[in-house]
Nanobody
């Protein structure tokens, strides 16, 4: 059974940093994508970043470019999202998700497995 477990969320002041982790287990896929999404109250879930497990290609939403960095440790089956210069508008529940056949990384329906989410709150 594929499991994705997020951790690292919390409360931070504007301008601060957090590092989220997504630990994946229960699969032996060789080529897949891990995406980070977020959902604020009353808003749709939106793509934040994504990384390919094989070649390390990364993708970012315009709103986080230059502030967030996605990386992976394949030996640990863990993907990280380093979030710097956080803003109050980054406040949301952050989810990681795994896609086996990705065409457009921002499309939530292209992801096959989802974690339970971790809350990130940025105070002004």
């Amino acid at each position: 059974e594929v499991q994705l477990v997020e951790s690292g969320g919390g409360l931070v002041q504007a301008g601060g940093s957090l590092r989220l982790s997504c630990a994946a287990s229960g699969f032996t896929f060789d080529d897949y994508h891990i995406g980070w999404f977020r959902q604020a109250p009353g808003k749709e879930r939106e793509g934040v970043s994504c990384i390919n497990s094989s070649d390390g290609t990364t993708y970012y939403a315009d709103s986080v470019k230059g502030r967030f960095t996605i990386s992976s440790d394949n030996a640990k089956n863990t993907v990280y999202l380093q979030m710097n210069s956080l803003k109050p508008e980054d406040t949301a529940v952050y989810y990681c998700a795994l896609s086996l056949q990705l065409r457009r990384w921002v499309r939530t329906y292209e992801y096959d497995y989802w974690g339970q989410g971790t809350q990130v709150t940025v105070s002004s």
